[in-house]
């Protein structure tokens, strides 16, 4: 049987599969083996065609179509879903109620490396010569329209229950079957619609799922986990190295874009500054949250250093703080007014704030930005020609 290897890093999580729907781990598209263990052919053909496999057992060749799959469940590190094959030439021979159907046992295909085979509901037939008069217990279901031999079966309920003494020179012929034997027609008892218990190998499963490897056999026959993500020669998996450089970009570009920002002051350098737990950052924020946004931009002691050129250039002095020339960021010059520090927790410096930021009027400097920091409070106005300017602040 065709057997893929595994895992992939750029497998898809699944594939449509015509009237299969979607098919994951471990089946697959021929087209893609590297991304399961069973490849299914005829995945992208039209919806009803066909899904058939093909395998080999003991030198006999069987053809099984896929009626339908279920997702892989995963637990405690066993890997097991269910499926149901179609036997190609045991469905005609019981469509055909050929007695050739009961003349080989049926059987699955062998484990490997990597999978393994269960029939889920199966049952023994004996053929019987009938030249051996056998005498059978009385619930079995006997079948006398074979040539040369009788056939024997018992209901699934009691499968393995019956004494097998009387059938010691008979044939045991094990079949899938249904739930329950019926008494006059044993093609309607077996069937070729076989319920399968596909099951991963634990060390498998261990590769897929915990090292998102791929299962494989060395030139020894022996397993081993390729591509995983504790595999000393690959270091780190390409998932993982992708996801460092991904971030790693969006590191940079958040930087970039703040670094902008703070330029061209899109938001307030004080953005760092006002966290949640800071008394500043609380009073502004129940300010905007009560009155709306502020016109004018916020700015950190920090900031009004850097406008100021460390406070070098002086242009007068008031009563409630010193006047001092500065250039923003964007080359706008201005006139920066430090005021002496006084207690209170800012709300009224806040308030004055707001009413001369939303103060309109060609004989009024315009307020541009403001410093809460702490004790520290600054206002930052437009600087215009007029030398009285700092006498005016």
Do not use: W
């Not at 074979?146 to 044939?171: E, I, K, V």
């Not at 986990?225 to 450089?245: D, F, M, P, Y």
């Amino acid at each position: 049987m065709l057997l893929g290897n595994g895992y992939k890093e750029d497998c898809p999580a699944s594939f449509s599969c015509g009237y299969l729907g979607n098919i994951s781990f471990p089946f697959t598209t021929t087209e893609r083996p590297d991304c399961g263990l069973l490849p299914i052919p005829n995945c992208g053909d039209a919806p009803l065609t066909p899904k058939m496999i093909q395998f080999e057992n003991k030198g006999k060749q069987f053809e099984l179509k896929v009626e339908y799959v279920n997702p892989l469940e995963y637990h405690g590190g066993n890997a097991t879903c269910s499926s149901v094959f179609r036997d190609k030439n045991l469905y005609k021979l019981l469509q055909n109620k050929s007695c050739e159907a009961f003349r080989y046992n049926y059987t699955l295909p062998p484990t490997t490396h990597f999978v393994s085979f269960h029939m889920e509901t199966h049952g023994t037939l004996f053929m019987c010569n009938r030249t051996l008069h056998v005498k059978p217990p009385a619930y079995m279901h006997k079948y006398t329209k074979c040539p040369l031999y009788d056939l024997y079966y018992q209901p699934y309920d009691f499968a393995y229950n019956a004494s097998q003494s009387a059938f010691t020179d008979c044939t045991n012929v094990q079949l899938p079957i249904k739930d329950f034997a019926n008494g006059d027609d044993p093609f309607a008892f077996a069937t070729a619609n076989i319920p399968t218990q596909v099951s991963i190998t634990k060390e498998c499963s261990y590769c897929h799922y915990n090292q998102r490897g791929r299962c494989q056999l060395d030139s020894n026959r022996r397993f081993y986990c390729a591509e995983g993500t504790v595999s000393k020669k690959k270091g780190l998996s390409r998932n993982v190295k992708l996801g460092i450089a991904v971030m790693t970009a969006v590191g940079v570009a958040t930087l970039m874009l703040l670094a902008y920002r703070l330029r061209k002051k899109i938001f307030p350098p004080t953005f760092l500054l006002f966290m949640k737990d800071n008394p500043t950052h609380q009073i502004i924020e129940k300010f905007l949250k009560e009155r709306g946004p502020l016109p004018a931009a916020r700015y950190n002691y920090s900031d009004i250093k850097k406008i100021t050129n460390s406070f070098k250039n002086k242009l007068g002095q008031g009563g409630y703080g010193s006047v001092y020339k500065g250039k923003l960021h964007d080359e706008c010059m201005v006139a920066v007014k430090v005021l002496s520090e006084s207690k209170g927790d800012g709300e009224d410096f806040i308030n004055e704030v707001a009413s001369i930021s939303r103060t309109s009027h060609v004989n009024v400097v315009r307020l541009l930005g403001f410093c809460l920091d702490g004790s520290k409070k600054a206002l930052i106005y437009e600087l215009v020609g007029c030398p009285c300017v700092a006498r005016v602040l």
